[in-house]
């Protein structure tokens, strides 16, 4: 067995967290969301907003992957923020399809949630802008998302001249910059159990907009 397999064969876990039942689940799978993610906040889970949001190039189909941050959840979905001229930008103004996972290691559980995303209203969009912090608000002022920059150098002087700019002034939000909201059709609540039998457990919606559940195989 090579280094890199015995490294790897040493990190596996066994997990013993509480299952996942039926009986246990609310029949919304957003109110099921607001709870598992309340238990996620109480036990200090760093960054438990974070998740990870694919989307994908329209012709080719080359899905990308990063890491966002939720600004808000509710009963219509799960928002969060960009700069439109960013790469998912792009590929979500092309195919509007996405899927998103949460990860709460130390609670050994993730939400998958696959569906369609929209952007919010002007006025929403200028409400988050508000709430940023004051760096975050001109960081989002500078050169557009994912285009390619010289240096670190040239990165660092458009911010310093942004910072004097507005030194005097609030920043408004960039036309270029707003939120997105996912809007759910397919949420997986997903529970680590001994011996990889895993809690699978995922509500999907049907042509009368109902959510059905399902339990699927580890």
């Not at 809007?183 to 919606?205: A, C, M, T």
């Amino acid at each position: 067995m090579s280094q890199t397999r015995q490294l790897l064969a040493k990190l596996r876990k066994e997990y013993s967290e509480q299952p996942l039942l039926e009986s246990s689940l609310h029949t919304d799978p957003l109110r099921q969301f607001k709870l598992w993610f309340t238990e996620a906040v109480k036990a200090k889970i760093r960054e438990p907003h974070a998740f990870c949001l694919a989307t994908s190039e329209k012709l080719s189909g080359q899905p990308s992957a990063r890491m966002v941050l939720m600004k808000h959840y509710d009963r219509t979905g799960f928002v969060f923020v960009s700069n439109y001229e960013s790469r998912k930008a792009r590929e979500i103004s092309a195919s509007n399809k996405v899927a998103a996972v949460f990860y709460w290691c130390d609670l050994e559980r993730q939400v998958r949630i696959e569906g369609k995303v929209k952007k919010l209203s002007s006025g929403n969009s200028d409400k988050y802008f508000a709430l940023r912090p004051r760096g975050s608000q001109l960081a989002a002022l500078m050169m557009a998302q994912s285009t390619e920059i010289e240096s670190r150098e040239t990165l660092e002087l458009s911010y310093q001249q942004l910072v004097e700019r507005y030194q005097s002034r609030k920043p408004k939000r960039p036309n270029n910059w707003g939120g997105y909201l996912i809007i759910p059709e397919r949420i997986e609540f997903w529970q680590g159990r001994r011996n990889r039998l895993h809690d699978r457990i995922v509500f999907s919606r049907n042509r009368a907009g109902r959510w059905e559940v399902q339990r699927l195989a580890p």
